[in-house]
């Protein structure tokens, strides 16, 4: 309420000084209690304002209000307000003696006719005395409601945004999903594709080896035999090396016979060897002891033939076993290798492991392993088989082949 009559005294151009401790008893006047006093200099009553017992108390400050905002010394509201009642607003609390004379002639009815009297421009307090309840309890209470209901639509504002948030999250993990779901089908199909590919090579694989197989008689071995009648080199012309290897080995896992893919590096070693030292014995484990193999290089074909067969037959011996090694992949890091075989003279598991003593003895990285075949070929006389059978033994890559024939 006290603000209300400070606003009200405002709009006036007067200014109200309330004084401590003490509430209004009837809202809507200017009590003993509160002192107005007029921001501007009216010359009309200049000996009023001097009359007035607290005007010398307030002096500085009215001066001060006066300074700050010279140009409200009339304000719009009072101009509107005088043309509307065509009368000057009635001052209040000019002075106790006034404020008594008022309360005596209207017999309490002046402060709501003043009341009634208080307006600002845009109408917000057209009936100051009688929309202000007991004590200001209808402002707060009012303040109140207004703040409660501002508090109600900014909450259900905020959960109408929680909720638009929610549903874009739900509708970007949708989004995530489903590209995940694309990914994987994307990833499926390129798998599918590959496999494709493999399968192609494969069967190109099956007819050639097929063709060759019809073309030579049994017990007979191809010459000149080429990785380009094996394999279309064009199907591979964009695979990698462990692609292609890989590839290989799963081809002639079913195959009756044996494969390998060698690195440059030591198939590189190996060549090297072999064209110093083309020939060596190999021991092949029996149940009853060791049969040896006499192994000659030719090119990049390696061929046995038993011990006996050489001694007896020399250079008319048939071969028994052959293994194919083709260099035309090796800028991709690999050397395929596979072998033909005679049935009859020996197993797949054997054939296995004269290939393996291969890689063992031109391809070890220890020097007195090749020395072996270094004596083989350049001091037979001091050549020992028995140091061969250890080194193979030592190696264990022998093993399990003692019981089989």
Not at 37 to 51: C, I
Not at 259 to 282: D, H, K, N, Q, Y
Not at 307 to 331: D, K, M, T
Request: hydrophobic share 35%.
């Amino acid at each position: 309420m006290a603000a209300l009559v400070q606003m009200a005294c405002w709009f006036h151009g007067r200014l109200a000084v309330r004084a401590g401790g003490v509430r209004p008893l009837i809202p809507g006047l200017v009590p003993a209690h509160f002192r107005s006093f007029s921001l501007r200099r009216d010359p009309e009553e200049p000996e009023e304002m001097e009359e007035n017992p607290f005007y010398s108390r307030y002096r500085e400050k009215i001066q001060r209000a006066r300074r700050a905002k010279p140009e409200e010394s009339q304000t719009r509201a009072e101009l509107r307000v005088e043309q509307k009642h065509e009368s000057r607003v009635e001052q209040l609390g000019a002075s106790q003696a006034e404020f008594v004379r008022k309360m005596e002639v209207g017999g309490g009815g002046g402060w709501r006719d003043g009341g009634r009297r208080m307006m600002t421009v845009g109408g917000g307090v057209e009936d100051g005395g009688e929309g202000v309840e007991e004590e200001g309890g209808g402002v707060e209470e009012g303040v109140e409601g207004v703040g409660g209901r501002r508090g109600e639509e900014r909450l259900e504002e905020l959960e109408v945004r929680l909720e638009d948030v929610r549903v874009e999250e739900m509708r970007i993990k949708e989004v995530r999903v489903e590209e995940v779901r694309v990914e994987e089908v994307r990833v499926e199909v390129v798998r599918v594709e590959v496999r494709v590919e493999e399968v192609r090579v494969e069967v190109e694989l099956e007819k050639r080896d097929h063709l060759a197989a019809s073309g030579r008689e049994t017990g007979g071995f191809t010459k000149d035999k080429t990785l380009a009648s094996i394999l279309d080199l064009d199907l591979v012309q964009d695979k990698t090396g462990k692609e292609i290897s890989e590839l290989w080995m799963r081809f002639y896992s079913t195959k009756d016979t044996i494969s390998a893919v060698i690195s440059t590096e030591t198939f590189g070693l190996m060549f090297s060897r072999a064209e110093s030292c083309p020939r060596f014995l190999f021991p092949l484990p029996h149940a009853e002891g060791y049969e040896f193999f006499l192994g000659e290089w030719s090119g990049h074909q390696l061929h046995f033939t038993s011990l006996i067969n050489a001694q007896v037959l020399g250079g008319r011996a048939p071969s028994q076993l052959v293994l194919y090694h083709f260099p035309e992949l090796q800028e991709r890091g690999v050397v395929l290798m596979t072998a033909e075989r005679d049935p009859k003279a020996m197993t797949v598991h054997q054939a296995q492991c004269l290939a393996n003593q291969v890689q063992l003895f031109y391809g070890s990285p220890r020097p007195e392993t090749f020395r072996l075949v270094e004596s083989f070929n350049h001091a037979p006389a001091g050549f020992q088989h028995m140091a061969v059978i250890e080194e193979l033994e030592e190696s264990g890559l022998g093993g399990g082949l003692g019981g089989r024939d």
